[in-house]
């Protein structure tokens, strides 16, 4: 809408604003900044399941919100779009679809095996110095080059 | 807990959750462009993201960990470290089996919808499906953060 912020802020300005994101909710709540957690949260307000931490539905559409004033209010409106260009100059739409929610599905399921996803571990599990979470981290890491790499190779070079 | 407490928490959380929400944004987080060409190593800005966050954040947390420090609003402050299992591997391989096809992960995926790229609903979809996959196999739900966060539930330190 008022086109204010430049189009990608530099990491060294997100990832140290991430950084203290992380200690303050740790030093107002004493809670990690994850967010799978938040789904797991918000599924079971959607299923009614009757032990539901509450304020994590809050955050999770809190995060919906803030990428709203960003990216709409703060910068030029977003159109709809797929949000997939690099993969729509490989694959179809239905052939998109399939891959986005299966991997989806996998990552999800990932998180919850780990207790963790990128903001669980990655960020808050590593900052406090848990061996667990930087083997989970290294190993998402690690695994996710790879398979980039492999998907790259079985579409000659195209993704 | 007092209702009090909790809209203080639930408002801790929709401001916590903006500020998350709205960084990620800021540094396009929620483009599987920018997460695609990272993990293709031809520019590493996730990586250099992740590290100067934690690079901030580890010895700000070890700092107040070493001064005791009390939270705002659940007591001492406690961190959890565990030491890797079986399931940290396994969860990490999946995990990222998943981040390098989608280009997305729980956090982004709801930027990603607010931005207008509609197939980050097909991503939240499938995140919930895998989130409840695991709920359905273990009869309980997932734990988030640092490992299961042992002995600590997700609001049992608030109001104390």
Known sequence: ?159 | MADKSKSTMNMVGIGFGAMFGGILAAGRLHEYETIHKSLVLEDLYVFYTMAAAIAVATPLLWLLERRHARTALAGPLTLSRSMPEKNHVVGGVLFGTGWAIAGTCPAPALVMVSSGAWLGLVAIGGIFLGLYLREVQTREPAAAGEGKRRGIPQVAHFGK
């Not at chain 1, 530099?10 to 303050?24: H, Q, R």
């Not at chain 1, 539901?52 to 709203?68: D, I, N, Q």
């Not at chain 1, 996710?144 to 998907?151: E, P, R, Y």
């Open chain 1, 1 to 159: 809408m008022f086109d204010v912020l430049p189009d990608q802020l530099p990491w060294w300005f997100v990832g140290p604003a991430l950084g203290l994101l992380v200690v303050g909710l740790f030093s107002v709540a004493n809670q990690p900044l994850g967010a799978s957690g938040a789904f797991v949260q918000a599924s079971g307000l959607l299923r009614r399941r009757p032990d539901v931490a509450v304020w994590r539905v809050w955050y999770f559409v809190g995060m919906f919100l803030g990428g709203l004033v960003v990216t709409q209010v703060l910068r030029d409106t977003n159109p709809l779009r797929t949000g997939y260009d690099p993969m729509a100059e490989v694959f179809s739409l239905p052939v998109m679809v399939v891959l986005i929610f299966a991997g989806a599905t996998l990552l999800g399921y990932g998180a919850a095996v780990a207790g963790g996803c990128t903001s669980g571990h990655g960020l808050c599990g590593t900052s406090q110095r848990s061996l667990a979470s930087l083997t989970m981290t290294g190993t998402f890491v690690v695994t996710a080059i790879i398979v980039s790499f492999i998907l790259r190779a079985l579409t000659g070079g195209d993704l």
